[in-house]
T-cell receptor
Framework: NAGVTQTPKFQVLKTGQSMTLQCAQD?????MSWYRQDPGMGLRLIHY???????DQGEVPNGYNVSRSTTEDFPLRLLSAAPSQTSVYFC????????????FGSGTQLSVL | AQSVTQLGSHVSVSEGALVLLRCNYS??????LFWYVQYPNQGLQLLLK??????LVKGINGFEAEFKKSETSFHLTKPSAHMSDAAEYFC???????????FGAGTRLTVKP
């Protein structure tokens, strides 16, 4: 099994550009989530989904959009990139809700100039 | 909302010495607590989790953690450090039927030969 796959691994954007970070899992997990990791702040939840067609906001949702059209995919969209969105982004999934073990992707390192 | 605080952003131990990484939680209801480990340029991996069963939880790679309600703590220990234990460690908390898992800021463990 591939587990949780994130693409791209690295990305450089200019301020104001938009882009989509891709996340796919092949474990038939209902729960998927996006985190950002910043030095000294740990991981912060951006958005999550408990199944196809259901999404909700986490701790730091501003500037990001998500959708969940299939069980497998959970893309994260940056609408108008800002330097404050420079971070490492992780997608994670689990069998059910957050009380279950989270499986993490390998991350996307994003720089916004 | 629930939260965790990790005391010490950096911990350095000698190979063979005791490892102690500290985590205190804040939660209005019984929490579910986790320790994750992150090796360089990788996603997070679950070390162990507490879900209201035994208060002493054993995880992978010889790590264990003890849930102490009176101290609101969930410290991670390992009797004898190995060089391969060098990584960043994250404590996390959530609650039953809660989709918002909150992570601590992380503790970077260095193991000296």
């Amino acid at each position: 099994n591939a587990g949780v796959t994130q693409t791209p691994k690295f990305q450089v954007l200019k301020t104001g550009q938009s882009m989509t970070l891709q996340c796919a899992q092949d474990m038939n997990h209902e729960y998927m989530s996006w985190y950002r990791q910043d030095p000294g702040m740990g991981l912060r939840l951006i958005h999550y989904s408990v199944g196809a067609g259901i999404t909700d906001q986490g701790e730091v949702p501003n500037g990001y959009n998500v959708s969940r059209s299939t069980t497998e995919d959970f893309p994260l969209r940056l609408l108008s990139a800002a330097p404050s969105q420079t971070s490492v982004y992780f997608c994670a999934s689990s069998y059910y809700q957050g009380v279950e073990k989270l499986f993490f992707g390998s991350g996307t390192q994003l720089s916004v100039l | 909302a629930q939260s965790v605080t990790q005391l010490g952003s950096h911990v350095s131990v000698s190979e063979g010495a005791l490892v102690l990484l500290r985590c205190n939680y804040s939660s209005s209801v019984p929490p579910y607590l986790f320790w994750y480990v992150q090796y360089p340029n990788q996603g997070l991996q679950l070390l162990l989790k507490y879900t209201s069963a035994a208060t002493l939880v054993k995880g992978i790679n010889g790590f264990e953690a003890e849930f102490k309600k009176s101290e609101t703590s969930f410290h991670l220990t390992k009797p004898s450090a190995h060089m391969s234990d060098a990584a960043e460690y994250f404590c996390a908390v959530t609650m039953y039927n809660n989709n918002d898992m909150r992570f601590g800021a992380g503790t970077r463990l260095t193991v000296k030969p």
